[in-house]
């Protein structure tokens, strides 16, 4: 099969052939028809010190996508071949404390497809049957392909009441504009989305974000002052992981407010607490991943509910042999998510 | 002043001439504009059990209303001459456990205006300023006089998340439209409306409730099974107030899901508990007036988000000396709201 | 091997020999070893219209049990010969919505073990691994065999917060004196145990109940009233399943709290809603079951904190050929815990 | 009247006389019987920069305290001369969004007892009636003076869900054992204290903590490693205020564990949010002062339970004009609470 391999420790992949891989008793193999790049990919392509400091080489990456099913292990009771399937991408134990209370996606022992093990950049993949969704017969590979990075969007706003809100996120990259979307969805007085790329920008306010602010051209801080009439923001999103933006995006958090942490910072973050948080009793959450599986039936019905449409958020396609300048585009922060069709 | 009388224990009013109240410290004297008719005066206005278990005659009734402040008791800091209001008619005692733990609605020792004291149907009326809610400047008086309405939907929703939940509303008057209108702005996958009048289920169909469902003309538990593919609904909010309706409203909740009750049914109600709510697990909200004051926060932001335009729910409006007519559509329950601008 | 079976429609059973049955490949073998009587194999015993309407004959019945395993099917990674187990009866199916959102407990396809399927009156058993728990090696078989009714009361406190708080916990049978420890554990400010056995509130009140009520001898209502000074309770659990003790219970809770039911009443009850639960603003909790395993983390730290001792819950110990003395003294209410060691 | 008084930017306070002051409508005069130390009446004793930004001299300091009415302002309905009271130290200005929300303690435009306006280092103090806590007949003066700081405890794990969890507080001062006690009363599976005085651990371990650490003696990341078998804790509570420590606390919680922070930084923390909230998926509380009024009637219902005993964390006890030895001895951090007697 065609497989797009990281095998060297340096910047770039490799495209090539690879035989059909052989699945275990509680697996599925399944044919990849729509792959997504994610922000981890472009840490693996690069190289860069996150990739080499957590990745085994040789690897096939990607772990963003959708599949036809077309062959069972046996173990597996749930699945048949021709199902349609989105990927989870933390693959739990199903045994440890975190797994038999409902946080299986916080798993103490979790490995990560397409990081940890084998992913999807190519024709087949195996798929850990507790890690497969059903697609709904009317969402297209494509978006199933999207329901992963999606889902952190949903899973992000469900730890706080969106309705009759002013909500604020940071970051207009896909995860950013999905989180802004279910902040609408869910009835928010008003969405402010914030990122420092026009072409962001214009994407977030196509989606329906209601204000989006430009963070190079203006204070954000003092913006959302005046947009607030003083008030502040009644829950504040981090997606961007800037270790900059954290202060000023929760210095615009209301008393009593509510902080969502979703970005990845690099390293230690200097926050100013008792400011911040603890002066104004904020309620902070940490979010990685999706809960298995209420984030993902949460985001079928959002998407199923004909109130919301994602598909312009994909905003490329490629086939998998133009990889390279998929993601050369990736790495500009300038675009919606981008797609490969397999 | 002109003002609507209750004075005989018969079915009735009667509209007269009345001296202008004198206020005491701690309350605001109002110059009404415009008041609401409440399932609450219909009682009154007919003359039937409820009311007559309840009132005192002379009565001086109504109490969905907002106003102009013309003058200020003396202990009272935050309101002055001029300030737009709307009416919170729950009157709190302000001292007790409930009064002090966030819980003032239901106030141990609560008096409800034009019930328990005089009220609203007349040129002017006593407003305790610890139930005064200063008016937006863009929200007119008659929005306004349904915001206490408006905000026992507000409240009900609040009890649950209905972002990509499946929400059924039972009751069609104005409350559950609100209700439908506020799960739908705040998620829901979709707002199932059930009434028996054609005019309700039109109205709730106009406003934006996705599925309306004539519980006259079909099965309603039969019907929801197929609407939700067996799944049952998330969310089950009852606002009828009629005993027939309960377990067949609770039949249809899913596994695991929430049920608020809103309307007051006459006397116990004989309920499948072990079917309904034990096995389900199900969690049940009683609702009764609305949260002092986040209710009125969120229901404010709610309207100010310009993204529900409740005006349409006002569907007839008249001069308080028309006060039979009013009330022989109010009996009618095939209305929306009914207005008296005064 | 020795087994305890219900075989006729009629009051009784018979203790006989079976074979040692027949594991699958998802399946444990287990060599029982303490099983207790539940309410419900009171039920199969007596062959009332609750069993005579669910259970299909013959069935080995018991399902309160904890044992050895003796054999592992051959698709069960997390277990192996020699582990000490505890058994969760309520089988779920594993892929359904609720099964996939945490709430196993009340799947909609929801297998009973000794209901549905044969039970652990018997020196062995067949436990579906979904259902095995690993039972700490400081915890007795004994005690085991008791996890699955002391995690009823587990997780019924588990949904409110008992500490500083008035609870009172109608019924003192086994899982109610349960749920009176797990509140006074919790913090309560005190604790109300009601019943109408003698041996039963000596019971509640030798296990550390602060406060116990004989219902027959005095006015609840009134009690609590005095007690609580006219405040009322924080939090009512109804565990006796007594339609008439609802609404009197409910009536002891003050305005905005909380309200459990765990009991299973015969039919529907009447209940006066309105000012119960509606007017008081309560919210009303089903509980069934255990939450997997969320409960039986909570129950397993609260018994190795040593700050609870369970075992004088366990008031009387039986041969399992004994079975006749053994039920006719569990049918006369007043007894703690039951069990058989086998 | 005499009084502590704060004249000089200088380390030292002076002891004094001063005419008793006028109370305003809205207010209480009240004879102040016993007052505590509070970390921020050592700021202010020394005269250091926290103190220096945020205090305007001369300052009557000291708001840690209980008393007796003894004029009542004429708007206020719900005192009496000889009433006994306790003082929340937070003045809320009842107006705002926090205000009219439940959030009064986060006030916008809070003002602090002894800090912004004159404390009760004296035999009379001017204590707003919106702040005055009646104190329950059977509680001393002395433990009324400690109500406040043990409020903070009480607030600090209502955020959480302590029974049959594993806790661990950073910090033994008076706030740090308050909230031991409160974890423990509320059946914490066990509770482990972190100090790096010898002093404060035995005081904690006197009044029940399960378990305590002495930071500078053993390594409390591997420490807690060992005593949790490589679970983590299920909740850190953080009252160090120490930037040095709370990287380590918050390595020791499980994966979805909560996060208390109450201490008070010196300025922006380097924290590794990646790897210990996000990654982990940890909820963060802020916590501040105590909510008005639930707080307070968590923290009477605990006391009235018979069931925590908080006197002996009273450990000195001084006359108002030896406050130098007592302020002294509260610099060494190794003591519990030290009381004025006035």
């Known amino acids: 099969m065609k497989a797009l391999i990281k095998d060297n420790p340096v910047r770039g992949a490799t495209f090539t052939d690879r035989p059909i891989p052989q699945i275990g008793d509680n697996d599925l193999l399944v044919r990849v028809k729509a792959a997504a790049i994610c922000g981890t990919d472009i840490h693996i392509y690069q190289w ?17 996508y959708a599949a036809e099913v077309v062959e069972v292990g046996k173990n597996v009771a749930n699945f048949k071949k021709g199902d349609r399937v989105a990927a989870e991408t933390h693959v739990p134990c199903s045994h440890c404390y975190q797994c038999t209370t409902g946080l299986q996606h916080v798993c103490q022992d979790m490995k990560i497809l397409g990081v940890h ?10 798929l850990p049957a ?9 969402i297209s590979y494509e978006i199933g392909s999207t329901m992963e990075p999606f889902g952190i969007g949903v899973h992000a706003l469900s730890k706080t009441k969106p309705a009759g809100k002013k909500v604020i996120i940071f970051g207009c990259g896909p995860i950013g504009i999905y989180a802004q979307m279910v902040a609408k969805l869910s009835g928010a007085e008003y969405v402010i989305g914030v990122d420092v790329t026009t072409e962001r920008l214009d994407l977030a306010r196509k989606m329906g974000t209601d204000i989006v602010l430009n963070a190079k051209k203006v204070d954000v801080v003092e913006e959302v002052n005046k947009i607030t009439k003083g008030f502040g923001t009644d829950i504040v999103v981090e997606i961007t992981g800037n270790k900059g933006v954290l202060n000023d995006a929760t210095k615009t958090l209301r008393r009593g407010g509510d ?13 100013d607490l008792v400011n911040n948080v603890i002066y104004k009793e904020a309620n902070v959450y940490g979010v990685t991943g999706r809960i298995m599986w209420d984030t993902w039936w949460s985001a079928q019905s959002m998407l199923l509910s004909g109130k919301m449409d994602v598909s312009p958020v994909i905003t490329h396609r490629f086939d998998l042999k133009d990889y390279d300048r998929a993601f050369q585009l990736a790495e500009s922060a300038s675009t919606g998510k981008i797609i490969f069709n397999i």
């Open 117 to 126: 093990m084998d992913g999807a950049f190519s024709e087949y993949s195996i």
């Open 259 to 271: 902080i969502v942490l979703v970005g990845l910072f690099s390293g230690p973050v200097e926050w």
């Open 48 to 64: 860069n010190e996150y990739a080499a400091s957590r990745i085994k080489l040789p690897l096939l990456f990607g772990h963003e």
């Open 130 to 138: 507790v890690c497969a969704w059903k697609l709904d017969s009317s």
